[in-house]
């Protein structure tokens, strides 16, 4: 089942730039699906169109089966949480707790259950003994569980995420990850766009490469980011398991398996 299907979408800037070419493009339900570029590529000027921060200018978007559109806003919003590269952008309350809450305040949740729900996502993401400083004062990984919880905590079906790992370092993008394959084995789709096309490889099930605002391939990760040509059209370089089993028909995704394909090789 598709969850996002977007037809010749394109989209161009105040300023004259085409962000969009006639983009198409289908991405299947419940799945991390990797949105790949180098910068300009599109990336985010398509992310925007997922949960309505742009409107199409040309062509057609559907999410979760809502048409996207300026009558349809109110509706699609409520069903896909959207992170932004900086979660400065997002955090605007005096706690951690304030912001949290304040997607169920703003869209109508019963005040009694709304603590109950904000305790439970701060937990989820380990915030729970921050929930009273000011998001200033947070590191940039605790903002971007802060972030993210006030997006889970309204629950949506969909979540989009502009460079979810830029900035962290190992062990807060290793949780990171953990807490999103939870989100995503709960029966949620995601969506992301990064530069890492290690990680892209290793951890997306579906893979997005794009150039100058048109897609120039997308489907399996195995399948779009083995393909050496699509990848030098995109100026990015394949994974770094591709370029050391070059000759491996099935090659490893992960640090774990091409440990044991080199150990059982020995």
Same mark, same amino acid.
């Given at each position: 089942m598709m969850s996002i299907q977007i037809t010749n979408l394109s989209y161009t800037y105040p300023d004259g730039t085409q962000g969009l070419k006639k983009v198409s493009l289908q991405l299947a339900e419940g799945k991390k699906t990797a949105i790949l570029g180098v910068n300009g590529?599109?990336?985010?000027?398509?992310?925007?169109?997922? /949960?309505?921060?742009?409107? #199409? !200018? +040309?062509?057609?978007?559907? %999410?979760?089966?809502?048409?996207?559109?300026?009558?349809?806003?109110?509706k699609l919003r409520p069903q896909v949480g959207f992170l932004f590269d900086y979660p400065d952008h997002q955090l605007f309350a005096t706690?951690?707790?304030?912001?949290?809450?304040?997607?169920?305040? /703003?869209?109508?949740?019963? #005040? !009694? +259950?709304?603590?109950?729900? %904000?305790?439970?996502?701060?937990?989820?993401?380990?915030?729970?003994t921050l929930q009273h400083k000011p998001p200033y004062q947070l590191s940039l990984g605790q903002k971007k569980r802060t972030a993210i919880a006030g997006i889970t905590v309204m629950e949506p079906p969909l979540l989009v995420c502009d460079e979810p790992f830029a900035g962290l370092?190992?062990?807060?993008?290793?949780?990171?990850?953990?807490?999103?394959?939870?989100?995503?084995?709960?029966?949620?789709?995601?969506?992301?766009?990064?530069?890492?096309?290690?990680?892209?490889?290793?951890?997306?099930?579906?893979?997005?490469?794009?150039?100058d605002g048109q897609v120039?391939?997308?489907?399996?990760?195995?399948?779009?980011?083995?393909?050496?040509?699509?990848?030098?059209?995109?100026?990015?370089?394949?994974?770094?398991?591709?370029q050391l089993f070059p000759h491996d028909t099935t090659k490893?995704?992960?640090?774990?398996?091409?440990?044991?394909?080199?150990?059982?090789?020995?």
């Open positions: 590529s599109g990336k985010t000027t398509l992310l925007y169109h997922l /949960n309505g921060t742009f409107l #199409p !200018q +040309e062509g057609q978007v559907n %999410v979760l089966g809502i048409t996207l559109g300026r009558k349809t806003l109110d706690s951690v707790a304030w912001d949290v809450a304040f997607g169920p305040r /703003n869209f109508g949740t019963d #005040p !009694q +259950e709304i603590d109950a729900l %904000v305790q439970q996502a701060l937990q989820q993401v380990d915030m729970e370092d190992p062990n807060a993008s290793e949780h990171f990850q953990n807490m999103l394959d939870q989100w995503v084995r709960a029966g949620r789709t995601m969506v992301f766009s990064t530069h890492d096309i290690d990680l892209a490889y290793a951890w997306a099930d579906e893979a997005v490469v794009m150039s120039l391939a997308s489907g399996p990760v195995e399948q779009v980011l083995e393909e050496e040509e699509t990848l030098r059209a995109a100026k990015l370089k394949p994974p770094m398991l591709v490893p995704r992960n640090i774990g398996e091409a440990l044991a394909r080199i150990k059982n090789n020995i």
